[in-house]
């Protein structure tokens, strides 16, 4: 197995770095979306990574994509920012790409590589959250396409997105039958709700969306008909890779800091780092950052061989977040007051990591998840 | 119309002090800015840019970086034999590199590199060349296939000069902030060839390049660090008004202040 990097990977990361570094950290945007920023991003070239040429993307490989996105958490202090554009890249335009017909391709794929439109997804419900399947959203069959009725919750990028990869019920039987959708924001009965307030990550905004009779051309089936529950999981899949891959990156970020904090502040005539309690955290945030990219660079090679990676991603998602906001509680510890204030960003970090057990589906549903596959092993 | 420009790779930490920048080697500052004023002129010109660099093994990311900034070819004069060689050797094999590309309008060189600061490069691979020489430049006014504008600053006048093609200038100032290149230039960078020439590709004997030839070397470049002396300003805003206006009509009586 080898672990080297091409200079082509060593170039991409570097270049994302520097430019990150020079475009995207702007304190005034921690809070907010930038649309300027979006706008750089795309011109950047980032949307497209994998995407094929013939769309406008780069059509490197996940590998490249995974290195590129690690950097990208490790330069990149917006977290919610981050997230907007993986949710945009991972679960929306990477899902027209693989699964998409032609005609779907053709009519988005370009504009969402070069950032003139926005994706998003849409799966949970009020009262489908864990249980997404239990969904009440239901598109009704005619002979032109679907009639969509019901609400989504908790979507990401909901009030900027323009193309929304919508689930929804298309067969009432037991069990009942699956459909995703792409929806266009300018479809007739597509509503936004009002942007919620959350804890963090509050550059990415949330809202809830609508659809009151929204009509759906038969072409904007995504996939097969009836086969959402298997594109469900495959869009999980890639989420609860590609999301969390930049968390590594901000837990090498985090620290750095931690690791310059406790050679300079001293109490009781000792640098802070020479008690053991403090240089141990740091040990393990190293070893979380070090099992977190190994296993990274595995699922990227599963995925780069055109492999299915269920289990390996619910496990990914599950160390990486557990470990992500281990690693943000402990720094927020050795920084003491100071990381508890808003001048030192710590507290921020925090916010923004808790979420990470949540999204791409709960963290006990991942031990689930993980305990189920074990019998297929 | 072709322009050639060179380039040095230098080590980042000589040029970003405090390692923001990710690579081992960036472009030389000052050739930078030479490349930058090449781009300029082939973004309202019809024209091609070669860079040129002498260099080692680890620099190739160096001129990948030129071609994703805009240069349309990259020479590499690449060999064991050149290592060490100071400014005669330098602008010999630059000009046997120079002379293998062929035709050429105009060569654009920067002052000097941070890791060497000896700043006779420009000037010695013109007189190799045997074409004319203008240094100290601060802008190309206009550009056109017969001859150049250029505007040459200096302490206490600047001059507007005409210069006949072929020509080399010199420019005197630097940039340090390399403009991001978008990840797509860099992937079509990155898949163009970069020309590879060792002294056998440039037909002369190992032995008349790189240290053995050297007149000169360059021991060590250490950064001056200039302190300027502070005075922290204390007391009220009124206190403080009082002070900086005293400093400034150099009243200021530091014995009595406090
Ligand atoms: C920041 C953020 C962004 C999001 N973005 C999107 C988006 O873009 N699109 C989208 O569709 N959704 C999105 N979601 C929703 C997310 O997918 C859901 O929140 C998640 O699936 C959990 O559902 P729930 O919040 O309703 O919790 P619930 O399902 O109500 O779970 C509550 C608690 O019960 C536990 N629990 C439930 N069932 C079980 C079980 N069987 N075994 C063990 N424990 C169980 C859970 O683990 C959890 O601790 C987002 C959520 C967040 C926080």
Redesign the interface.
Known sequence: MDFSMSQEQNMFKRETIDFIRNNLNLEEFYEKYSPEMWQKVAEFGLLGITIGEEYGGLNESYLTAAIIFEAFGYACKNNGFTFVINNHIWVSQNLIYLYGARFLKDKYLKLMVSGERIGAIAITEVEAGSDALSMHARAEKDDQGYVLNGNKMFISNGPIADIFIVFAVTEHSQPKKITAFVVEREFKGVKIGKEIGKMGLNACPTSEVIFNNCYIPKENVLGQYNQGELLLTYALEWERFYEFVPHIGVMQRIMEQCSEHVRTRKQFGIIIGDNQSLSHKIAEMKVAIEMSKQMMYKIAWLKDCGKTAFTETSIFKLYVSENYIKTCRDALQIFGAYGYTKEYDIERELRDALACSIYSGTNEMQKNTIYKMLSFI | MKIIVCVKAVRQELVFINK????TYVINPYDLLALQNAINIKNTEACTIDCISMGPDSI??VL??CLALGSDNAYWLNDKAFAGADTIVTTYVLSKGISKIGEYDLIICGEQTVDGETGQVGIGLAERLNIPCITNVEEIIDFTDKYIIVCVKYEDHEEVLKIQLPALVVFKNFKL??N????????KA?RKEIVRWSSNDLCFEKNWCGLAQAKTRVVNVTPELIVKEGRLISGNAKKKAVVISQLIQGRFDADNYG
């Open positions: 923001v920048q990710q690579s190739r990311e990948v970086k902030i390399s991001t290149v978008s990840l797509l230039h860099l992937k990155q």
